[in-house]
């Protein structure tokens, strides 16, 4: 009896590790509804370093790169994406 408790038991534990850990994700990343913000370089056009946290912000980045060229001009800046990002499915 104890054999088929501590089988059924471990049947159990791998069925659990076999499902994707989104399953269990308590929160999903914020999906993207093809807008773009460029508010935070608007806000901070002189700034040294910029802060993407939003699908909404990469798009305003991707938006300010491929302007005019001689708009905006990202030489000696740093970017950092601080958040994962669903693009859901746009490319």
């Not at 054999?3 to 049947?11: C, F, N, P, S, Y």
């Not at 999903?28 to 056009?45: E, L």
């Not at 990202?74 to 970017?79: M, Q, R, V």
Request: with cysteine; aromatic share 10%.
């Amino acid at each position: 009896m104890k054999k088929r408790i501590l089988g059924i038991a471990l049947a159990i534990c791998m069925m659990i590790f076999c499902v994707p850990m989104g399953v269990f994700a308590e929160s999903a990343a914020d999906v993207w509804d093809g807008t773009a913000d460029t508010s935070w370089y608007t806000s901070a056009p002189d700034a040294s370093e910029y802060h993407i946290s939003t699908a909404e912000q990469l798009a305003g980045l991707a938006q300010l790169v491929n302007a005019d060229p001689g708009t905006t001009n990202f030489a000696g800046k740093t970017f950092y994406l601080d958040n994962d990002l669903d693009l859901s499915g746009h490319e």
